[in-house]
């Protein structure tokens, strides 16, 4: 499985952006794609995921309400759409793949994408 993600930028508080992570690869629609983020200093935060089959999703306690993942199945594409956002959330967003399924855990995804620099400004 592949993985690329795109979207990154500066916005200001307050303002939405979205992040695509683009999939390929063998196996990855037996499983689930989702984000995570990683401030400097901090470990890596679970943002959210989604699964291929069937679509159901999971999301992390810090985002709830404010973040939403989704995906085009057309398109092997899933989102990130980030609204409200805030200074706290500038950090490094990766997306992240498995072959079997959903889970809130780093460890059970095993394929990832590049980062992409989230900076949002005060």
């Known amino acids: ?22 999939a390929s690869g063998r ?9 995570f983020r990683q401030a400097p200093g901090k470990e890596r935060e679970f943002l959210g995921a989604v ?8 999301y992390g306690d810090s985002v709830k309400g404010r973040f939403t993942v989704d995906r085009d199945d057309a398109k092997n ?5 980030m609204n409200n956002l805030r200074p706290e959330d500038t950090a490094v967003y990766y997306c992240a793949a498995n072959e079997w399924g ?21």
Do not use: K
């Open 77 to 81: 594409t899933v989102y990130l759409q």
């Open 51 to 58: 699964v291929w089959s069937g679509g159901s999703t999971y």
């Open 102 to 122: 959903g889970s809130y855990y780093y460890n059970d995804y095993n394929f990832w994408g590049q980062g992409t620099l989230v900076t949002v400004s005060s």
């Open 27 to 35: 196996n990855f629609r037996n499983g689930a794609t989702g984000w």
């Open 1 to 22: 499985v592949q993985l690329q993600a795109f979207g990154g930028g500066l916005v200001q508080a307050g303002g939405s952006l979205r992040l695509s992570c683009v």
